[in-house]
């Protein structure tokens, strides 16, 4: 149990285009979703947090205009990193908050690396 | 506010070695949980251990144990008979128990790599 999955698992796109990655619960309902991006060889940083059904929060000096983070349902939450940039590429990584007895515990899917050309 | 220190960077070890990760938290919080979670070389993190505060018991799963230690804000996890599918970065990580679920604090990370 506990599932989470990522799409793409891996994108490359030229700078100025848009790419949206989703994150979705396999098989659990997952009321919070969070984002992580991964720089090489470092720990992950949260970027948002996501609400089904609400605007998501950000973290400090992450850009919500460039990050646009949407939790339409309780299994999928969505980021579409806008008019991507070669600074935008990275690792980046959702999780899920469990439900039920696991509801201390996040989940993580598979991530995406991003490549911007 | 919270912070979690894994003071190794990276680990080296020969196949079958016995090896311990550190991790030393500190949280103003009385109740909270610690994690480990696995980042294998695909990327996906993988959940391995949660423990509440109040719980001190050391945990054993198959090669794997863990030892909580409240008195000096540490939670280590040690490796028994290390196997080269252990390679890997090991992230310990902390959430305070009114954000449990939330608010994750990772550590920096250690790089474990077993040699054959």
């Known amino acids: 149990g506990a599932v989470v999955s990522q799409h793409p698992s891996r994108v490359i796109c030229k700078s100025g285009t848009s790419v949206k990655i989703e994150c979705r619960s396999l098989d659990f309902q997952a009321t919070t979703m969070f984002w992580y991006r991964q720089f090489p060889k470092k720990s992950l940083m949260l970027m948002a947090t996501s609400n089904e059904g609400s605007k998501a929060t950000y973290e400090q000096g992450v850009e919500k205009d460039k990050f646009l983070i949407n939790h339409a349902s309780l299994t999928l939450s969505t980021l579409t990193v806008t008019s991507a940039h070669p600074e935008d590429s990275s690792f980046y990584i959702c999780s899920a908050r469990g439900s039920g007895r696991t509801s201390d515990t996040q989940y993580f899917g598979p991530g995406t690396r991003l490549t911007v050309l | 506010a919270q912070k979690v220190t894994q003071a190794q960077t990276e680990i080296s070890v020969v196949e079958k070695e016995d090896v311990t990760l550190d991790c030393v938290y500190e949280?103003?919080?009385?109740?909270?949980?610690l994690f480990w979670y696995k980042q294998p070389p695909s990327g996906e993190l993988v959940f391995l251990i949660r423990r509440n505060s109040f719980d001190e018991q050391n945990e054993i799963s198959g090669r794997y144990s863990w030892n909580f230690q409240k008195s000096t804000s540490s939670f280590n996890f040690t490796i028994t008979a290390s196997q080269v599918v252990d390679s890997a970065v090991y992230f310990c990580a902390l959430s305070e128990a009114r954000n449990a679920g939330n608010m994750l604090t990772f550590g920096g990370g250690t790089r474990l790599m077993v040699k054959p």
């Open positions: 949280t103003r919080d009385t109740t909270y949980y």
